[in-house]
């Protein structure tokens, strides 16, 4: 398999914006790192600096939760009323998307995945994450609750409660859906009428740069939002730790949603972690098997399989395994890799060469414990960081490459005799992000949806992502939930007023 490469003119406003050094937005001004320092960013596809950006520290989260604190505690912000922050919040998302084309442009150079998805999914699903929250800002309401107070007979109450938000923010994203991600926490957060320090990832800072001049532009007060990019070590763990900072927002690795928390123990900073997975998806002989053959193919290889809830654990019933197998490893070999600029690429490279190693070292480790890999198996060519879809037989529970995170473009496929003895085994992992059902019997398919440990189970698709359905980890795989009306409860939080009439 060859890597396709050809030319292709880029936007005018992209190669303007990639042009000059990024800074970091802080108190609604383009400023360099305190430090002096930039990093690079690189594009995944040819192993080229794209941009060199700003590279935030302490000193920078610093000045950016000062202001932050600013903005909540006496800037005009808190002072809006709901209706007008929603419509910040809408107007944001009606500029984002008059840039559509622009913001997938610059999601495909920085992290490579393919411009068709970026324009289709990224950059669409992040507006409709933005007009829904816009609706929540006016309607965040509390109760009012009799209360019976026996130690004060015949005493008078009124109490109700107020939704209030929850305060200043730091929000750690991480790299594989760069703009999403950012959409995601953003728009929660804004809604609520929250303050934001928003630490993109280092391999993928540029959408969230380029998003904050459209926040300027939106018309946020100053400070309202920050934008602070740089690493996870100096940058993010300074955020994670700051005790002026009131809640801490994580997505990445399940290994540093850990030592966030530790972090946050300083002032008990509120928490929200959306982690790792290894997503068992479950096809059973009675289901339309093209469906759930290509169903499963995406539900691994979207996104290059670097999707937290990817479909990495393919349970299949015996009978139909080999053709299950089959089938999702004859379209492992037609997937065309190659630039995300080329219209005809279905998967780009992986985002950086440390993944690139990482998943290779996976590939290695599972040849040694006996996997066989009858797609893929292998990198591809060296400019680039581009893998093959790969598809292992042979794997079993007790192996790495059954139990750990790949983060790439690799399923394991496991045989399973009865719904009895699979679940357990479907079970057996530290993760519980989502889960996958294929079958006609919606009996049973709901039956097994209730006994998933995970917090999204699909049946019968894959992947399916709206603003208003809640996303989140069971076990070690997160705290709380993110999109829907979920999402709220992680930006406000609950005072009870109560008044003796
Ligand atoms: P990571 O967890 O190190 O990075 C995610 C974000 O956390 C980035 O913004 C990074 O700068 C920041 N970060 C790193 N260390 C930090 C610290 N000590 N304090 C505060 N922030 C910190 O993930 P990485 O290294 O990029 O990828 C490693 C593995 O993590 C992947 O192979 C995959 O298994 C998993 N991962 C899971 C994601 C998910 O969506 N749940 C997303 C990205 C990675
Ligand atoms: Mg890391």
Redesign the pocket.
Same mark, same amino acid.
């Given at each position: 398999m060859g890597v396709a490469v050809s030319p292709i003119q880029i936007d005018s406003r992209v190669s303007e914006f990639l042009g000059k050094t990024r800074p970091m937005l802080i108190d609604g001004k383009w400023v360099n790192a305190v430090s002096g320092k930039t990093f690079p960013t690189y594009n995944p596809a040819t192993g080229e600096v794209l941009a060199q950006v700003a590279e935030g520290d302490k000193a920078d989260i610093d000045l950016a939760v000062k202001t932050a604190r600013k903005a909540f505690d006496s800037g005009p912000w808190s002072r809006l009323t709901s209706s007008e922050r929603g419509k910040l919040v809408w107007k944001l998302a009606d500029l984002l998307e008059e840039h559509i084309e622009e913001f997938a442009t610059i999601e495909t150079l920085d992290n490579g995945k393919p411009l068709t998805v970026a324009r289709a999914a990224d950059v669409p699903l992040a507006v409709d994450m933005f007009r829904y929250m816009a609706g929540w800002s006016t309607k965040l309401e509390g109760t009012t609750i009799p209360i019976s107070v026996p130690y004060t007979p015949g005493a008078v109450y009124h109490a109700y409660t107020l939704r209030e938000p929850v305060g200043v923010v730091g929000q750690?994203?991480?790299?594989?859906?760069p703009l999403l991600?950012a959409a995601w926490k953003l728009a929660p957060a804004l809604a609520s009428g929250c303050c934001v320090i928003l630490?993109?990832?280092?391999?993928t800072p540029l959408s969230a740069l380029r998003l904050g001049e459209l926040i300027q532009e939106a018309g946020f007060p100053d400070g309202v939002v920050n934008v602070v990019p740089?690493?996870?070590?100096t940058?993010?763990?300074?955020?994670?730790?700051h005790d002026q900072v009131d809640k801490?927002a994580?997505?990445?690795?399940? =290994?540093? !949603?850990k030592?966030?928390v530790h972090?946050a123990t300083g002032n008990l900073k509120k928490v929200s972690l =959306?982690? !790792?997975?290894k997503s068992p998806n479950v096809v059973f002989k009675d289901s339309d098997l093209d469906g759930a053959i290509s169903g499963s193919a995406s539900a691994i290889f979207f996104n290059h399989g670097?999707?937290?809830?990817a479909g990495s654990r393919l349970y299949v019933e015996r009978p139909v395994f080999d053709q299950v197998v089959e089938g999702v490893a004859a379209r492992a070999k037609k997937i065309r890799v190659g630039s995300g600029l080329d219209a005809s690429t279905q998967m780009g490279p992986l985002?950086?060469q440390?993944?690139l190693n990482?998943?290779c070292n996976y590939l290695d480790i599972g040849a040694s414990e006996g996997a066989k890999a009858v797609a893929g198996g292998k990198k591809i060519g060296d400019k680039g960081y581009f893998v093959e879809p790969t598809v292992l037989t042979n794997t079993k529970e007790s192996m790495k490459v059954v139990q750990?995170?790949?983060?790439?473009p690799v399923v394991a496929a496991i045989p399973f005799d009865n719904v009895e003895e699979l679940m357990p085994r479907a079970n057996d992992t530290v993760y519980g992000?989502a889960a996958g059902i294929w079958t006609k019997d919606i009996s049973k398919a709901h039956r097994l949806a209730a006994s998933m440990r995970a917090g999204t189970v699909w049946i019968n698709c894959y992947n399916i992502f709206d603003a208003a359905l809640p996303f989140g980890g069971y076990k070690q795989?997160?705290w709380g939930r993110e999109m829907g009306k979920d999402a709220l409860e992680l930006y406000t939080q609950t005072k009870a007023v109560c008044t003796r009439l």
């Open positions: 750690v994203i991480p790299w594989n859906f991600m630490k993109p990832a280092e391999q740089g690493y996870g070590e940058a993010g763990a300074a955020l994670a730790a801490i994580f997505t990445g690795s399940t =290994e540093v !949603g030592l966030i972090a =959306e982690l !790792g997975g670097q999707c937290c809830c985002v950086s440390e993944q990482r998943v750990e995170e790949i983060f790439g992000l795989s997160g």
